[in-house]
C-alpha cells in the first residue's frame, strides 16, 4: 500500500477543502484527542470520529428507541424514532454549516452522536431513570452526559471510542430544550470545564453552559429545528392535535407543516449566522418559535395518553433498576445485566463505576423492544416457561 501517495492525495484534498472555510470554521489540525491516535491517509480526524460513531452498538440502537411517543412505534411504524431524529439534525446541520462555510465534517460527527445517551421511551424513560438514579445516590440522570460516557467509558467493551475533544465537547453540549436565540462558542473550554459541569449538573444545579465550537453550535440549534414541527407532524398522526390547532400567528409566520417550518428556521439561522462569529435566530422568529415550543409542552409532550404512558414508565423503571441492583449484590450471573452487558466490559470499566452506575448505563442502553421483554421476564416469569 502506498501510504505516501495516499497522504499526498489527503494534503491536497485538505487543501481544496479549507481554503472556503469561514475564518471561524474549526480546522481539522486543531482536533485533539485524549490518547493518542494512528493517523489516517483518508479522512480527517473528525471524519474518523463520525465513522466510529456510526459503526457503533449505541448508534444502531437508536432505530428501537423512542422519540416522544412511548409504545408507539408498535402500531404505527411511520412515528419517529431515535433514528430519524438524529439523521435529520444530521442533515439539517449539515446543510447550515455548508452555508456558513464551517468544518461540515465535524458538524455530523456531534450529530450522529448527539443522543447516544438516550434510554428507551425518550424524554419519559429520561425522567423516570433520572428518579431511580437520584434514589440510589448517583446524581441526576441527564441523556447528554450519558451520550459522552458512552463514547468515553462505555462503547467497544468500556475502552471507549477515543473521539476528539471537539466532537465529545459538541454531544455533551447540545440540548434542543434550552431556547436560545444566539448561540455564541465558548472556545475557552476544556476537560476541567466539563468535569465541572457533569458534577454540578449531577448535583442538580444550572450551570451557563455554550459549545467549544461554532459547529457544536449549529447542532444545538439544529436539533430544536429537527424536533419541533416533526412532534407535531406526529401527534397530527397519532389524532393527539389537528393541523388547526397550531397557533394560528405561528402558522403563519413559520408555517403549518414540517417542511415549511423548517425552511424558515433554518433561512433564518442562514441569514442571522453568515461571517459571524455565532449561531442565530432573529428576534421575531425567535419569538415564534418559542411559543410553538410551548405550544407542543401544553398540548402533545403533556397529554393525557403521554402521561398515562409516564405512569407505566415510572413503575417498570423503579422494578428494574432495583432487580439489577439486587442481581449485582447476589451476583447472580444469569442476570442480562451480567449476560449482556457486565460480561463484556473490561475491568477498567467494572473497577470505575460503583453498581447503580453500572445499572444505569445498562438501562440506558436498550431499545424499548428490550426493556419490555425484560420488564415482561420479571413480572411474569412463568410465561416464559
Not at 461540515?104 to 450522529?112: H, R, S
Not at 458534577?199 to 429537527?226: F, H, Q
Request: proline share 2%; net charge neutral.
Amino acid at each position: 500500500m502506498d501510504n505516501k501517495k495516499l497522504a499526498e492525495i489527503y494534503k491536497e484534498n485538505i487543501e481544496h477543502t479549507t481554503c472556503y472555510y469561514s475564518e471561524f470554521a474549526c480546522r481539522n489540525e486543531q482536533a485533539i484527542r485524549l490518547m493518542p491516535d494512528e493517523r489516517c491517509h483518508m479522512r480527517t480526524p473528525f471524519a474518523v470520529d463520525r465513522d466510529r460513531i456510526l459503526h457503533s452498538g449505541a448508534y444502531r440502537r437508536y432505530q428501537g428507541k423512542t422519540q416522544v411517543f412511548s409504545f408507539t412505534n408498535m402500531f404505527d411504524e411511520e412515528t419517529s424514532n431515535r433514528s430519524l431524529h438524529t439523521t435529520y439534525v444530521s442533515q439539517i446541520s449539515r446543510t447550515i454549516a455548508k452555508m456558513l462555510h464551517l468544518n461540515q465534517e465535524l458538524t455530523e460527527a456531534i450529530a450522529l452522536g448527539h443522543d447516544l445517551g438516550h434510554p428507551p421511551f425518550g424524554h419519559d424513560g429520561e425522567v423516570s431513570l433520572n428518579k431511580s438514579c437520584v434514589k440510589h445516590g448517583i446524581g441526576h440522570f441527564h441523556h447528554n452526559i450519558q451520550s459522552l460516557n458512552v463514547v468515553d467509558h462505555i462503547a467497544l467493551q468500556g475502552r471507549g471510542m477515543n473521539l476528539t475533544f471537539q466532537v465529545r465537547d459538541g454531544i455533551i453540549s447540545h440540548d434542543g430544550e434550552v431556547h436560545n436565540t444566539v448561540l455564541t462558542p465558548d472556545r475557552d473550554k476544556s476537560e476541567e470545564t466539563i468535569n465541572d459541569y457533569i458534577t454540578a449538573k449531577k448535583n442538580g444545579k444550572k450551570y451557563n453552559w455554550m459549545p467549544a465550537t461554532l459547529e457544536g453550535c449549529v447542532v444545538r440549534i439544529s436539533d430544536t429545528i429537527a424536533y419541533i414541527g416533526q412532534d407535531i407532524e406526529d401527534a397530527i398522526r397519532l389524532n393527539i392535535i389537528q393541523r388547526k390547532d397550531i397557533p394560528r400567528d405561528c402558522a403563519k409566520y413559520l408555517g403549518d407543516t414540517n417542511s415549511k417550518i423548517i425552511d424558515k428556521l433554518v433561512k433564518s439561522v442562514i441569514l442571522n449566522s453568515y461571517e459571524k462569529d455565532q449561531v442565530a435566530f432573529d428576534e421575531e422568529t425567535s419569538h415564534y418559535l418559542l411559543k410553538l415550543k410551548k405550544f407542543n409542552y401544553a398540548r402533545i409532550y403533556t397529554d393525557k395518553n403521554v402521561k398515562q404512558a409516564r405512569k407505566v414508565i415510572d413503575k417498570s423503571m423503579e422494578i428494574l433498576f432495583d432487580q439489577y441492583m439486587e442481581d449485582i449484590l447476589n451476583k447472580d450471573h444469569s442476570s442480562k445485566i451480567f449476560t449482556q452487558f457486565l460480561n463484556s466490559k473490561n475491568e477498567k470499566y467494572l473497577n470505575s463505576f460503583c453498581d447503580a452506575e453500572k445499572v444505569r448505563d445498562f438501562i440506558a442502553t436498550m431499545t424499548d423492544r428490550y426493556y419490555n421483554e425484560e420488564i415482561k421476564t420479571y413480572l411474569l416469569p412463568g410465561s416464559f416457561y
